[in-house]
């Protein structure tokens, strides 16, 4: 899965789960607590929530990981920091 894809997908479930907060006032981190812990029913919209809570964690994490040849021990990151403070001093 390509990172624009991620960041797609992410973006997705955000209005996914912010319409269940919206629905149910409350925040999906507090709610997934609670579900977990049992202290709410499985209703079709809790599991629903579940889900799209725990899959938006996953692209976080997915999200976080090192772009392929592009961590810090790579010789391209000089390159890339480089390209990023020329980009910055050209803005200001």
Not at 21 to 47: M, V
Request: glycine share 6%.
């Amino acid at each position: 899965m390509k990172r624009e894809d991620v960041i797609r997908h992410i973006h997705g479930l955000e209005l996914e789960l912010a319409a269940l907060e919206d629905q149910y006032g409350l925040l999906s981190s507090d709610f997934y607590h609670c579900y977990r812990a049992g202290e709410l029913e499985q209703t079709r919209d809790f599991i629903r929530w579940s889900g799209y809570y725990e899959a938006k964690l996953d692209r976080e994490a997915r999200y976080r990981q090192p772009a392929p040849g592009i961590g810090f021990d790579s010789p391209y990151l000089d390159v890339v920091l480089e390209d990023v403070r020329r980009d910055w001093l050209e803005q200001s």
